[in-house]
């Protein structure tokens, strides 16, 4: 499957969820996530969205790693299933 087949599906899940996926692209900060997503509990996620085999590149690594010292909600997602993982998780997090 192509990232981009699951990147469609993810915004398409984020949407059903309430939410919104805002395409992120930064030229001077190249490695940012592919997606910053609001969440309708206020709740704001930064998500690189990956085909199965791919690969987190240098720059990518580095800003998952300045997310998570910054405390910042951060995850890459590499299928469809894991995307539906993610959204479950968030459902949860929703009606809990």
Not at 4 to 19: C, D, H, M, P, S
Not at 60 to 65: A, L, P
Request: aromatic share 12%; proline share 3%; glycine share 8%.
């Amino acid at each position: 499957m192509l990232e981009k087949q699951i990147e469609a599906y993810f915004v398409r899940r984020v949407k059903e969820l309430g939410g919104v996926a805002y395409k992120f692209t930064s030229p001077a900060h190249r490695g940012v996530s592919d997606r910053v997503v609001c969440l309708p509990d206020g709740a704001t996620w930064f998500v690189e969205l990956k085909a199965p085999g791919g690969r987190l590149s240098a720059l990518q690594q580095v800003f998952q790693s300045e997310m998570a010292r910054l405390n910042q909600s951060y995850a890459c997602l590499w299928s469809k299933e894991h995307v539906d993982e993610w959204i479950k998780e968030r459902e949860y997090g929703l009606t809990a």
